[in-house]
């Protein structure tokens, strides 16, 4: 996922307005990661602000995607600016820049899968729901589903250390990424084996959900209009089961690119895919639940209207300080 932020140094003078149009292009991928960023912040503080979401496993599953889905935008755009500016760091402090991305990445499609399972539970199953997925089983999800990500990570931290001899303290000669570190072909096999697996499992359980809760929505014993719901949920959850993978592609669609086009065309490529599978998915989730949710849509517009409210009262206090001080 980091490696499409990496870029190509090329000092030619007809490279001028590619480096002169480079800080436009950061402006305009800052903008919608701090909006959405901001977003997705209320949207968390919402669901801790009552008691019905920190007691729900369906909210607290919630919160659990979301988390992890703030830390992968927020850590996006840091490693972004991290290339775009040329940071250089020793390999030990790229890998420990990298341990949270890769483990975030990890735990969002899992964690559509807990979810999707829980709506099945809740439609299929509905007499025992409550005996079923209670808190206590959740959070054993939600540990389940980041112990994976954990262990993915320590495999790939053992291998580094046993099988790749440069030093940790060594400075990199290219900006941080995934490719940098895990250079040796033994790592993209291995990853490639995991998101096969991965994508294969998450997508199968989703879809088994989905045509459970189909035939469950044709009985006559069910609720329709909840099996209909959950239904549209559990598509929902395969929509950003599809970005998930694409954002995870977005790698390796840049690493076919590099070389076949000019510098210029390959750094708009790299933010067009760095906006729209990188950052724009990631505030779905909020938008997606946010805004359905009964429960949860006015709480939150009355929080992103508080919010918006003192931003504003805060901006006249500076332009007051500005104009007092001049």
């Known amino acids: 996922m980091q490696n499409q932020f990496q870029l190509q140094q090329n000092s030619s003078p007809s490279e001028g307005n590619g480096e002169y149009l480079e800080g436009y292009r950061v402006v305009f991928s800052i903008i919608p990661?701090?909006?959405?960023?901001?977003?997705?912040?209320?949207?968390?503080?919402?669901?801790?602000?009552?008691?019905?979401?920190?007691?729900?496993s369906r909210y607290l599953l919630l919160y659990n995607l979301l988390l992890a889905e703030t830390l992968q935008m927020a850590l996006a755009q840091m490693m972004s600016l991290l290339n775009v500016g040329l940071v250089f760091m020793t390999r030990l402090m790229c890998l420990l820049v990298l341990?949270?991305?890769?483990?975030?990445?990890?735990?969002?499609?899992?964690?559509?899968?807990?979810?999707?399972?829980?709506?099945?539970?809740?439609?299929?199953?509905?007499?025992?729901?409550?005996?079923?997925?209670?808190?206590?089983?959740t959070y054993g999800a939600i540990a389940v589903v980041?112990?994976?990500?954990?262990?993915?990570?320590?495999?790939?931290?053992?291998?580094?250390?046993?099988?790749?001899?440069?030093?940790?303290?060594?400075?990199?000669?290219?900006?941080c990424g995934k490719n940098p570190i895990f250079q040796l072909k033994i790592f993209s096999e291995f990853e490639s084996g995991f998101v096969c697996a991965e994508f294969l499992s998450v997508g199968l359980i989703i879809i088994l959900s989905y045509v459970g809760v189909m035939v469950a929505?044709?009985?006559?014993?069910?609720?329709?209009?909840?099996?209909?719901?959950?239904?549209?949920?559990?598509?929902?959850?395969?929509?950003?089961?599809?970005?998930?993978?694409?954002?995870?592609?977005?790698?390796?669609?840049?690493?076919?690119?590099?070389?076949?086009v000019d510098v210029i065309t390959f750094r708009h490529l790299r933010f067009f895919l760095f906006v729209c599978l990188i950052i724009l998915p990631r505030c779905l989730s909020c938008l997606i639940y946010g805004l359905r949710d009964q429960i949860i849509r006015p709480i939150l517009i009355r929080h992103l209207r508080l919010g918006i409210k003192i931003l504003g009262i805060n901006c006249e206090i500076f332009k007051f300080y500005t104009q007092y001080m001049n």
């Open 33 to 56: 990661c701090v909006i959405f960023l901001y977003i997705n912040c209320v949207m968390l503080y919402t669901l801790r602000s009552k008691p019905v979401f920190r007691e729900t």
């Open 99 to 137: 341990i949270p991305t890769i483990i975030t990445t990890i735990t969002s499609p899992f964690s559509l899968a807990v979810m999707s399972l829980e709506r099945y539970v809740a439609v299929c199953f509905p007499l025992r729901y409550a005996c079923i997925v209670t808190v206590p089983t």
């Open 146 to 175: 980041w112990a994976i990500s954990y262990a993915n990570m320590l495999i790939r931290v053992i291998m580094l250390t046993a099988l790749d001899s440069r030093p940790f303290g060594q400075f990199m000669g290219v900006p």
């Open 217 to 260: 929505a044709k009985a006559a014993s069910t609720d329709k209009l909840s099996a209909n719901k959950a239904s549209k949920t559990v598509l929902l959850h395969m929509f950003q089961l599809g970005l998930s993978l694409s954002s995870s592609l977005v790698s390796t669609i840049l690493t076919g690119l590099h070389g076949k």
